[in-house]
């Protein structure tokens, strides 16, 4: 394909994410934000790297914030926050970066069952992260004792399981949480 060919599609699938790209910008909550896409057919999914406006910002909150203000622009998949992003950069770079991204995370590993699957959604509401793996560690992710102290109070609430809080201060891998509790629900049912 020659390369002003190449340079109309690109410019074609810039400005079919444009829509998305204003809902975000119309957040206070963000400063900067490029979508595209990765992926084809079924594993096709949308991808947004932002600048956000602070240290503090809440995926759960901001997709939220999208669904009040914008509830028919779709919301992408994967959120990724990022120092800087170049206004210029093409989607084959955007997606370039993302490899990058992607790569220097830790291998991802898929919820197998209902307690882990609970846990990457509880994980998603508290922590600045896109994709959580059963393999991720609470504290690597940016959490902290005070966010534990919620999802404590979430996971005993909503699973029904009284859960000593020194025991989750020390199981911060999802997955060896998420063994805890099936062990703890089991104990609860003898």
Same mark, same amino acid.
């Given at each position: ?14 400005l ?38 602070s ?9 939220r914030?999208?669904? #009040?203000?914008?509830?028919s +622009?779709?919301?992408?998949? =994967? &959120?990724?926050?990022?120092? %800087? ?68 109070y979430?996971? #005993?609430?909503?699973?029904? +399981?009284?859960?000593?809080f =020194? &025991?989750m201060?020390?199981? %911060? ?18």
């Amino acid at each position: 394909m020659n390369d002003e060919i190449e340079e109309i599609i690109e410019k074609e699938e810039a400005l079919q994410y444009q829509h998305i790209v204003s809902s975000f910008e119309a957040l206070d909550d963000v400063n900067e934000v490029k979508v595209f896409q990765v992926g084809k057919g079924s594993s096709e999914r949308l991808i947004a790297l932002l600048v956000p406006a602070s240290d503090t910002m809440a995926f759960s909150l901001l997709r939220r914030k999208l669904r #009040e203000t914008s509830p028919s +622009v779709p919301i992408p998949e =994967e &959120l990724i926050i990022v120092d %800087s992003i170049d206004k210029n950069n093409t989607p084959s770079e955007l997606l370039d970066i993302y490899d990058k991204l992607f790569k220097q995370k830790s291998v991802y590993v898929k919820a197998s069952n209902s307690i882990e699957e609970y846990l990457v959604r509880l994980w998603g509401e508290f922590l600045p992260v896109g994709r959580i793996s059963v393999e991720d560690d609470f504290y690597a992710l940016g959490g902290h004792s005070l966010l534990l102290a919620q999802m404590h109070y979430a996971i #005993e609430r909503d699973l029904g +399981v009284y859960m000593d809080f =020194e &025991l989750m201060l020390g199981t %911060s891998v999802l997955s060896e949480l998420a063994l805890n509790i099936a062990q703890m629900k089991k104990e609860t049912i003898l």
